[in-house]
């Protein structure tokens, strides 16, 4: 149903001007319903301008987006019915909360969609649900919220819409471990319940390995690897030469494998280091 | 769309204008503006538009940038036009009808004085950067210090909101793209209705300018700010040659117009 195909993408900011220059180039990528696909990138590698253009927020210079078999950009109608189809969670969400309540905030987008009162009413609930929102916050002023409970609000805000694609940038940033955990698990609960894509940009390397089944990774406007979190950690070095951190686990077994340890390739969680650890083990044990 | 604002923009660059001292370009723009208001006749106009053509050349801002920045006035000048066109007593270029030869001549020369107004206050924005200019201001302005005038506090503000200006574009432009995203309509529907879609982009465009000021006055504070007393400039202020040179040609400006201004033409 909302599979996302995107072809030849390329975008290109102050067009025409001295200060011309191409965001993202080249970009060739299916992404099957359902997946949960993460997308890295150093800062300015052109993954926010990416993943803007899966709504149709930015349109592209040439190139098309295709969602569930139909071309976003075709008309002013399909730009816009798109946006209740792929749910875009930006950077900080907390900042854009400004409604009396937590209940009309979150009823925002729904009420855009010119949806029935009992439909939004049953879709801010479930939304709240999801996100782990209680009851008893729906009727607080966004602003008497905590960090982290502003930012699950603000993702019940997108949740609401019921987007067959979900799609959220850097869903962690600043938040405490605990806060980092629950939103992760409460988007990976969001995804089991409706079957929904998920695409997740994200700087934290060990979330990404953990949860992510698959692996984009841009760098200056190019998609340069794509793949499992198993394929695109064996390339370390690749990683670190374009700015960006490896899961700790890899980085650990790079530093043994430097030390003359055999270590296999490919490891990217803390299992696998100590399953090929105590294999070292036997083998020293022998 | 919110990043064509033109408002105060600095164009970087490294030409005489430019390095010009600050103070110099504002007594200048004092200077050329009493000048520009001397013109009475045809004589005036044409020295003071060659006067600023000349300066636009030196500067190397190029026509395209001046009239960008005119956009916005088109209005209030053809406004002018209108006004003087048909509020003028003379003789009519038709006998019976009431656009008059002098009406016409008079509202060609008020867009002019407005368009060379604004050309002129553009040179001085164009290649001033912000601080340069505050920086200038509080100087020029120091006597009034004296007079208990809060001249320091005055010129910090001011500096800060322009400071402020491409950031609060920055802000706004990614709130509404965030409200974009959850369905929010602001191109289309009445008047009353874009007004009303508006609410979700300020509210939390005025949030976030509280915060800003908030944490901006506490890391100031946390580097000993305490206004402009005994406060030392990383960047002296000094006046050279040219600065004086510049001065003169500007003052020798003001003298011919007003000289011109006796005599009529």
């Known amino acids: 149903m909302s599979e996302i195909i995107v072809e030849k ?22 992404i099957p319903q359902g997946q949960l696909a993460a997308v890295i990138g150093h800062t300015g590698s052109g993954k926010s301008t990416f993943i803007q253009h899966l709504n149709a927020l930015l349109s ?25 189809q792929v749910g875009l969670v930006f950077q900080y969400p907390e900042y854009q909360l400004f409604e009396e309540t937590v209940y009309k905030d979150i009823a925002f987008g729904p009420r855009n969609m010119k ?45 609401a819409m019921r987007p067959g694609v979900l799609i959220l940038d850097e869903p962690t940033a600043g938040l405490d471990p605990a806060g980092c955990r629950q939103i992760l698990e409460n988007i990976c609960s969001y995804r089991e319940k409706t079957g929904a894509t998920v695409i997740i940009v994200s700087h934290n390397m060990d979330d990404v ?10 760098s200056h406007g190019r998609i340069v690897m794509d793949g499992t979190a198993k394929e695109v950690f064996s390339r370390a070095e690749e990683l670190v030469e374009i700015g960006l951190d490896v899961p700790h686990a890899t980085e650990l077994a790079l530093a043994l494998k430097k030390q003359g340890l055999p270590m296999p390739e490919g490891i990217y969680t803390h299992e696998q280091l100590l399953q090929a650890v105590l294999e070292l083990k036997g083998v020293a044990a022998c | 769309m919110l990043k064509d604002i033109t408002l105060g923009q600095f164009f970087p660059g490294d030409t005489i204008a430019h390095r ?12 050329y503006i009493v000048a520009l208001f001397q013109a009475k006749g045809w004589v005036g106009y044409g020295i003071i538009t060659v006067v600023t053509l000349t300066c636009m050349r030196i500067s190397h801002i190029s026509l395209k940038n001046i009239f960008k920045g005119l956009k916005p006035m088109i209005f209030i000048i ?75 506090e005055m010129t910090i503000m001011m500096s800060m909101a322009l400071r402020f200006i491409p950031t609060l574009i920055e802000e ?29 982009v300020l509210v939390p465009l005025f949030v976030s300018a509280f915060r800003r000021a908030d944490e901006l006055a506490v890391a100031m504070e946390s580097r000993c700010y305490h206004g402009g007393e005994g406060r030392t400039r990383m960047k002296q202020l000094v006046m050279a040659g040219r600065d ?22």
């Not at chain 2, 510049?246 to 000289?259: Q, S």
Request: positive net charge; proline residues 5%; hydrophobic residues 45%.
């Open chain 1, 9 to 30: 993408l390329r975008h290109v900011y102050s067009a025409g001007t001295p200060f011309e220059v191409a965001a993202i180039e080249d970009i060739d990528l299916v």
């Open chain 1, 60 to 84: 592209p210079s040439s190139g098309k987006v295709i969602c569930g078999g139909k071309d976003i950009n075709e008309s002013k109608l399909s730009r816009k019915e798109v946006k209740s």
């Open chain 1, 115 to 159: 949806l029935p009162e009992e439909e939004i009413d049953q879709r801010v609930r479930e939304a709240a649900g999801f996100t782990g929102v209680d009851e008893e916050l729906l009727d607080k002023s966004p602003l008497e919220l905590s960090g982290g409970q502003k930012r699950r609000v603000a993702i019940a805000g997108v949740i």
């Open chain 1, 209 to 218: 390995a953990r949860i992510a089944e698959r692996i984009i990774v841009f």
């Open chain 2, 20 to 31: 010009l001292d600050p103070r110099t370009k504002l007594l200048l723009v004092t200077l």
């Open chain 2, 78 to 152: 053809s406004l002018t036009a209108l006004l003087n066109i048909f509020y003028t007593q003379g003789t009519p270029i038709i006998p019976g009808w009431i656009i008059t030869w002098e009406g016409i001549a008079r509202a060609i020369q008020m867009v002019l004085r407005i368009v060379l107004l604004i050309t002129g206050t553009f040179l001085l924005t164009y290649t001033t950067s912000p601080i340069a200019l505050t920086d200038g201001l509080e100087i020029l302005l120091g006597p009034l210090k004296k007079l208990k005038l809060p001249i320091h």
């Open chain 2, 172 to 200: 706004t432009d990614k709130i509404m793209s965030a409200q974009k995203a959850r369905g929010a309509d602001f191109e289309t529907g009445s008047l009353i209705d874009r007004a009303k879609a508006l609410l979700p």
């Open chain 2, 244 to 265: 004086y040179i510049a001065l003169l040609l500007g003052i020798l400006l003001l003298a011919v117009m007003i000289y011109l201004k006796k005599l009529g033409i």
